[in-house]
T-cell receptor, first 112, second 114 residues
Framework: DAKTTQPPSMDCAEGRAANLPCNHS???????VYWYRQIHSQGPQYIIH???NNETNEMASLIITEDRKSSTLILPHATLRDTAVYYC?????????????FGGGTRVLVKP | EAGVTQFPSHSVIEKGQTVTLRCDPI?????LYWYRRVMGKEIKFLLH????????ESGMPNNRFLAERTGGTYSTLKVQPAELEDSGVYFC????????????FGPGTRLTVL
């Protein structure tokens, strides 16, 4: 699976949008971008995934660049409960097993 | 629908002892995964079951770790004998089938080996 690079930490103001970047310059054509987060003392939680197109669900939006070498997770209105470590993971779908390869993630602190 | 459950939530044992962790996946989920985070490190994949069969056990650190999933329902992960470096948080996750994009994680078992 392609390697991802994320900033180690970032702060965000409550109520504002949080934009979390991720670089995955070696991504292959059959690899998806997945985002998970881990709130303190809980297990990781799936947020969203995408291949080429931008995606949106009730939790977040995922913007993938046209060349697919980077993406941004957007939390539209961050709340204190969004404080967590956010992981960007690139994984081939169906062809290379289903395991997730976690990196260091971005530690997001939402401040009042 | 109940989520993934893990038991115990915490376990403290002495080096050389045996510990068995249990994971109950979401009902109907064929795929079950074990991951762990040891102190200061990233979350690492251990192995993947499809029903009762081991699909991928490439992440198992050594033969002190034994995972089973008899009957394709719950799974156990036994560490025997436990070493200090086994301390960490062990996560279990499940997904419905091989087409599923989302893995559902349990809360984890925190293992402390003294």
């Amino acid at each position: 699976d392609a390697k991802t690079t994320q900033p180690p930490s970032m702060d965000c103001a409550e109520g504002r949008a949080a934009n979390l970047p991720c670089n995955h310059s070696t991504i292959s054509g059959n690899e998806y971008v997945y985002w998970y987060r881990q709130i303190h003392s809980q297990g990781p939680q799936y947020i969203i995934h995408g291949l080429k197109n931008n995606e949106t669900n009730e939790m977040a939006s995922l913007i993938i660049t046209e060349d697919r070498k980077s993406s941004t997770l957007i939390l539209p209105h961050a709340t204190l409960r969004d404080t967590a470590v956010y992981y960007c993971i690139v994984r081939a779908y169906l062809t290379a097993g289903n395991k997730l390869t976690f990196g260091g993630g971005t530690r997001v602190l939402v401040k009042p | 629908e109940a989520g993934v459950t893990q038991f115990p939530s915490h376990s403290v044992i002495e080096k050389g002892q045996t510990v068995t962790l249990r994971c109950d996946p979401i009902s109907g989920h064929d795929n079950l995964y074990w991951y762990r985070r040891v102190m200061g490190k990233e979350i690492k994949f251990l192995l993947h079951f499809v029903k009762e069969s081991k699909q991928d056990e490439s992440g198992m650190p050594n033969n002190r770790f034994l995972a089973e999933r008899t009957g394709g329902t719950y799974s156990t992960l036994k560490v025997q004998p436990a070493e200090l470096e086994d301390s960490g948080v062990y996560f279990c996750a499940s997904s419905r089938d091989r087409l599923s994009h989302e893995q559902f994680f349990g809360p984890g078992t925190r293992l402390t080996v003294l």
